[in-house]
């Protein structure tokens, strides 16, 4: 009885045969080819140009070391470690202009959040925060 079983679910996961595969295409209708055509080329045309993921400028997990002799200070691992970090971007050297390059790189998405234990955050938008600033 299992081996019946088994037998009859192995028949439906089968692979169809091209000739059948060419059937089942002919017998669509023009409109719905037409529709897998477009999905098909909206999807091609995302997995080629679809955002890729911002390498981190230091590895995530050591992102800064303690320097010695110092009670516990630690130091940032990014850039010379003989040289102080003054900034990270060119366009980006005060509070003001790391914030307003914040607001144009997110498109005035989530700036600022906070939450009570135990609680989902509550974020207040780029564009909320300098409006009650």
């Known amino acids: 009885m299992e081996k019946m079983q088994a037998q009859e679910m192995m028949s439906g996961l089968r692979i169809p045969e091209m000739d059948e595969l060419g059937q089942f295409f002919r017998s669509l209708p023009t409109s719905t080819l037409v529709g897998i055509g477009a999905l098909?080329?909206?999807?091609?045309?995302?997995?080629?140009?679809?955002?890729?993921?911002i390498k981190p400028p230091c590895s995530l997990l050591h992102q800064?070391?303690?320097?010695?002799?110092?009670g516990g200070g630690r130091r940032s691992m990014m850039g010379d470690p003989s040289?102080?970090?003054?900034?990270?971007?060119?366009?980006?050297?005060?509070?003001y202009e790391v914030f307003?390059?914040?607001?144009?790189?997110?498109?005035?998405?989530?700036?600022?959040?906070?939450?009570?234990p135990?609680?989902?955050?509550?974020?207040?938008?780029?564009?909320?925060v300098r409006s009650n600033s």
């Open 40 to 53: 098909t080329a909206v999807l091609a045309y995302w997995l080629a140009t679809r955002p890729r993921p």
């Open 64 to 70: 800064s070391e303690e320097v010695p002799h110092e």
């Open 83 to 95: 040289r102080l970090l003054t900034h990270y971007h060119d366009d980006a050297r005060t509070m």
């Open 100 to 116: 307003q390059r914040g607001l144009h790189i997110s498109g005035d998405g989530p700036c600022l959040g906070s939450r009570l």
């Open 118 to 128: 135990n609680q989902p955050y509550k974020w207040m938008s780029y564009k909320e």
